[in-house]
């Protein structure tokens, strides 16, 4: 008998792990389903996955939308009843605000089988909301519960990266 079957002391797979792979699932099923492809970043520094999108002859596209995907069976709804509040890391925010590819932060829901989105470059830009945690290295963002991942919500991440790489170039004319 092996040395952690002995002592009760072997590693275990806890709700939190099953709830995450759950949520990627649930996520990719979606990604595939318009077509596009989802990679997972192996070496997790505040972003989780890729999305690549195609065009409609299958052509690989520029760009790339960047995911942050949380999990949870506990989803904390404002009182509104509106949006699910969300912990961020301050300095995962800062990050995501330098880059040029949107930021899209997913919330599963575990208990309803169900994801909602948020780009954090709208949060920022005066499209969301967002409070200052008290814990200080923290910030508070609210994911509007009538954005729900499924595939039109793909669709819309690729029109979020289509007018981001717009703006780049744009950026890059007038800077010349």
């Not at 275990?12 to 970043?41: C, F, S």
């Not at 709208?122 to 595939?151: C, M, T, W, Y």
């Amino acid at each position: 008998m092996s040395r952690s079957k002995q002592s009760g002391v072997g590693k275990r797979r806890t709700r939190e792990h099953i709830i995450a792979n759950l949520a990627v699932n649930h996520v990719e099923r979606q990604v595939l389903r318009v077509g596009y492809t989802m990679q997972r970043i192996a070496n997790d520094y505040g972003l989780d996955e890729i999305v690549r999108t195609f065009n409609k002859n299958g052509e690989v596209e520029n760009g790339l939308n960047w995911l942050q995907v949380k999990a949870t069976d506990h989803p904390q709804k404002r009182k509104s009843g509106a949006v699910i509040a969300v912990r961020l890391e301050h300095r995962d925010v800062i990050h995501w605000m330098a880059e040029p590819y949107p930021v899209i932060v997913i919330v599963y829901d575990a208990t309803a089988d169900k994801a909602y989105w948020v780009c954090m470059q709208r949060v920022f830009q005066g499209g969301g909301v967002f409070n200052l945690a008290k814990s200080g290295d923290r910030l508070i963002v609210h994911v509007p519960l009538e954005q729900i991942v499924h595939e039109e919500a793909i669709r819309e991440f690729r029109r979020l990266k289509i007018d981001a790489e717009i703006a780049w170039q744009e950026r890059g004319r007038n800077h010349v």
